[in-house]
């Protein structure tokens, strides 16, 4: 019998099967707080349910020890004061491994309803993660609702499509018969069980605790398995409210709710992080941070199936354009955008040192960075309006390596600290731009330096660009690599630098797409292919291995068989 909640959000599924088959534009979830989808007073009742949290205790009806924890702090300026319902591993573990056995037995049908259940609530509830989201990371608002709530929210769908293409390939039984010549065939009747591999681990980042946490999550709760939810220390809020609704609803629909978890911890948690991850009870991982943390869990968790998106240095190359303007706007907005803390965003910007073509004719090295330099002061020249783009700074080191980066080289375009005209305490500072050289400053372009920090490189042509490009994506990883030509045979070059490096490439960007943004149910966030990701959101591969499947078998008499009258075989 269908799950009733299967039933009710199946055509949503049947959509999202569709789209990922061919990878076009699609959405259930309006990615602009619009009144006239959301509600009129969506907006306010999502602020007002954010500022509800604040300076007191998250209820959250889970097993805990009796203590509180939470040190959040806003970017822009002030304290959440949120205390969560402190947890350890000794309780959370127990609680889910008893929540599990009801759960696998739901079977498929109900892991996808109640996942897909819990989707369409956290939709609604997508202007209280928004605010969430915004005083947890420092993104703007803006982006805080569309990266936080709908885009988060479309990976956890493609997720989901994925987990069910996967399952539904597997039948729950057949009849097998084998020719025997003259005589009678060989008839087996099999039965074949989907098993969750386990518990899972997601390990949230301060940067996109929602969009880089839920994938993971909602992959581990649609192929059946029970999940801990371990959001970074700095931004525990989005997902506290994330593992609130998922509980209530896996309540309503009769299972025990410790099927997902929270485990909110304080600042400096890394010891407790990394005794978790290796207990025997875990077998699935997701995490998004540093190359350090991830390259432990992959090194030391071998217990469980580990995927993680870690740092990584993208690039853009320069080689020729038709229009200088257009293709500099592109790129400054990309390096603005949220003050470089996406994963995606630009670093490395190689171009000749001899200079590029234009449609205007030859341009200078010095030309082409200076157009760059200028696009990036021309975005944030108004501070009213940089703020809506840059957000906040998410954290001191981040602050610290811009005024670390600034003596590497000649200082194109400087970072300055901006004023938000409604947070007088924020965070914002503006790109800053450097001057590199390919021939000395190697080491510095082989690192990333993540934030707001960017360096046009002199190389001694576009070949040598494209192959430092390959070789730092291939080397020491890249999410995204971007480049502007008008020569075919250049791009055709891009094209087999890209695959050779396993990292995505974007073309000739001169309008309202971004090198640093991903689409979910069109493009493969990451490749899995180069050490700043093992995996790729969202492919079959980051899902078929959370189950496995279990086999039992049956001599039974075969089909074909003479059977006496008035009997059946």
Same mark, same amino acid.
Request: hydrophobic share 45%.
């Given at each position: 019998?269908?799950?009733?909640?299967?039933?009710?959000?199946?055509?949503?599924?049947?959509?999202?099967?569709?789209?990922?088959?061919?990878?076009?534009?699609?959405?259930?979830?309006?990615?602009?707080?619009? %009144?006239?989808?959301?509600?009129?007073?969506?907006?306010?009742?999502?602020?007002?349910?954010?500022?509800?949290?604040?300076?007191?205790?998250?209820?959250?009806?889970?097993?805990?020890?009796?203590?509180?924890?939470?040190?959040?702090?806003?970017?822009?300026?002030?304290?959440?004061?949120?205390?969560?319902?402190?947890?350890?591993?000794?309780?959370?573990?127990?609680?889910?491994?008893?929540?599990?056995?009801?759960?696998?037995?739901?079977?498929?049908?109900?892991?996808?309803?109640?996942?897909?259940?819990?989707?369409?609530?956290?939709?609604?509830?997508?202007?209280?993660?928004?605010?969430?989201?915004?005083?947890?990371?420092?993104?703007?608002?803006?982006?805080?609702?569309?990266?936080?709530?709908?885009?988060?929210?479309?990976?956890?769908?493609?997720?989901?499509?994925?987990?069910?293409?996967?399952?539904?390939?597997?039948?729950?039984?057949?009849?097998?018969?084998? %020719?025997?010549?003259?005589? %009678?065939? =060989?008839?087996?009747?099999?039965?074949?069980?989907?098993?969750?591999?386990?518990?899972?681990?997601?390990?949230?980042?301060?940067?996109?605790?929602?969009?880089?946490?839920?994938?993971?999550?909602?992959?581990?709760?649609?192929? !059946?398995?029970?999940?801990?939810?371990?959001?970074?220390?700095?931004?525990?809020?989005?997902?506290?409210?994330?593992?609130?609704?998922?509980?209530?609803?896996?309540?309503?629909?009769?299972?025990?709710?410790?099927?997902?978890?929270?485990?909110?911890?304080?600042?400096?948690?890394?010891?407790?992080?990394?005794?978790?991850?290796?207990?025997?009870?875990?077998?699935?991982?997701?995490?998004?941070?540093?190359?350090?943390?991830?390259?432990?869990?992959?090194?030391?968790?071998?217990?469980?199936?580990?995927?993680?998106?870690?740092?990584?240095?993208?690039?853009?190359?320069?080689?020729?354009?038709?229009?200088?303007?257009?293709?500099?706007?592109?790129?400054?907005?990309? =390096?603005?955008?949220?003050? !470089?803390?996406?994963?995606?965003?630009?670093?490395?910007?190689?171009?000749?040192?001899?200079?590029?073509?234009?449609?205007?004719?030859?341009?200078?090295?010095?030309?082409?960075?200076?157009?760059?330099?200028?696009?990036?002061?021309?975005?944030?020249?108004?501070?009213?309006?940089?703020?809506?783009?840059?957000?906040?700074?998410?954290?001191?080191?981040?602050?610290?390596?811009?005024?670390?980066?600034?003596?590497?080289?000649?200082?194109?375009?400087?970072?300055?600290?901006?004023?938000?005209?409604?947070?007088?305490?924020?965070?914002?500072?503006?790109?800053? =731009?450097?001057?590199?050289?390919?021939?000395?400053?190697?080491?510095?372009?082989?690192?990333?330096?993540?934030?707001?920090?960017?360096?046009?490189?002199?190389?001694?042509?576009?070949?040598?660009?494209?192959?430092?490009?390959?070789?730092?994506?291939?080397?020491?990883?890249?999410?995204?690599?971007?480049?502007?030509?008008?020569?075919?045979?250049?791009?055709?070059?891009?094209?087999?630098?890209?695959?050779?490096?396993?990292?995505?490439?974007?073309?000739?960007?001169?309008?309202?797409?971004?090198?640093?943004?991903?689409?979910?149910?069109?493009?493969?966030?990451?490749?899995?292919?180069?050490?700043?990701?093992?995996?790729?959101?969202?492919?079959?591969?980051?899902?078929?291995?959370?189950?496995?499947?279990?086999?039992?078998?049956?001599?039974?008499?075969?089909?074909?068989?003479?059977?006496?009258?008035?009997?059946?075989?």
């Amino acid at each position: 019998m269908t799950h009733p909640l299967f039933a009710k959000h199946e055509d949503t599924l049947k959509h999202a099967l569709a789209a990922i088959e061919t990878r076009g534009y699609w959405s259930p979830f309006a990615e602009m707080p619009s %009144p006239r989808v959301y509600g009129e007073t969506s907006n306010a009742e999502g602020e007002a349910a954010f500022k509800a949290h604040l300076h007191r205790t998250f209820e959250l009806d889970q097993p805990a020890t009796g203590e509180t924890v939470g040190a959040e702090v806003s970017p822009y300026g002030f304290a959440l004061d949120v205390q969560y319902p402190k947890a350890s591993a000794d309780t959370l573990i127990p609680a889910a491994v008893a929540a599990q056995d009801a759960w696998r037995r739901a079977g498929r049908e109900a892991w996808i309803g109640v996942s897909l259940e819990i989707l369409a609530r956290l939709n609604r509830a997508s202007f209280e993660i928004a605010y969430s989201v915004m005083h947890t990371t420092g993104q703007a608002f803006m982006m805080a609702f569309q990266a936080g709530g709908p885009h988060a929210q479309d990976r956890a769908l493609e997720a989901i499509a994925y987990a069910w293409h996967e399952l539904r390939r597997v039948p729950t039984e057949a009849h097998w018969e084998k %020719p025997q010549g003259k005589n %009678p065939p =060989l008839a087996m009747k099999k039965h074949y069980a989907i098993a969750p591999r386990g518990i899972g681990l997601v390990l949230g980042c301060c940067t996109f605790p929602t969009w880089n946490g839920y994938p993971g999550l909602f992959a581990d709760l649609a192929t !059946g398995n029970a999940v801990i939810v371990k959001p970074h220390p700095g931004a525990i809020l989005p997902l506290a409210i994330t593992v609130r609704i998922a509980r209530e609803v896996l309540r309503e629909a009769g299972f025990d709710p410790n099927v997902a978890t929270l485990l909110a911890t304080a600042p400096n948690d890394g010891p407790l992080v990394q005794a978790l991850a290796v207990r025997p009870e875990i077998k699935l991982i997701d995490f998004t941070g540093s190359t350090q943390n991830g390259t432990w869990l992959e090194r030391n968790a071998h217990q469980a199936y580990v995927f993680t998106e870690k740092a990584g240095v993208n690039q853009i190359v320069i080689d020729s354009v038709d229009d200088l303007k257009a293709a500099v706007r592109n790129i400054a907005f990309s =390096l603005a955008l949220y003050s !470089g803390q996406m994963c995606t965003a630009p670093q490395n910007i190689y171009v000749p040192r001899d200079g590029i073509r234009t449609s205007e004719g030859h341009l200078s090295f010095d030309d082409v960075a200076q157009a760059l330099a200028s696009a990036v002061q021309k975005l944030v020249a108004d501070p009213a309006r940089a703020v809506e783009v840059l957000g906040a700074i998410q954290n001191e080191g981040v602050a610290r390596r811009i005024d670390e980066a600034r003596s590497l080289g000649r200082v194109l375009a400087d970072s300055v600290a901006l004023e938000h005209p409604a947070f007088p305490g924020a965070r914002i500072r503006t790109p800053l =731009l450097v001057q590199l050289d390919a021939s000395s400053d190697l080491a510095t372009a082989r690192s990333e330096w993540f934030g707001p920090v960017s360096f046009v490189i002199a190389t001694d042509s576009t070949s040598h660009s494209l192959e430092l490009a390959s070789s730092i994506a291939r080397e020491h990883g890249a999410l995204t690599l971007s480049v502007y030509s008008t020569d075919e045979a250049v791009i055709d070059a891009a094209h087999e630098a890209a695959i050779q490096g396993r990292v995505a490439l974007s073309i000739n960007l001169t309008g309202g797409v971004f090198v640093n943004q991903s689409a979910a149910f069109s493009d493969f966030h990451g490749t899995g292919g180069n050490p700043a990701a093992n995996a790729a959101l969202t492919d079959s591969a980051f899902v078929a291995n959370r189950f496995r499947v279990v086999q039992s078998r049956v001599h039974v008499a075969p089909t074909n068989s003479a059977t006496p009258a008035g009997q059946t075989a």
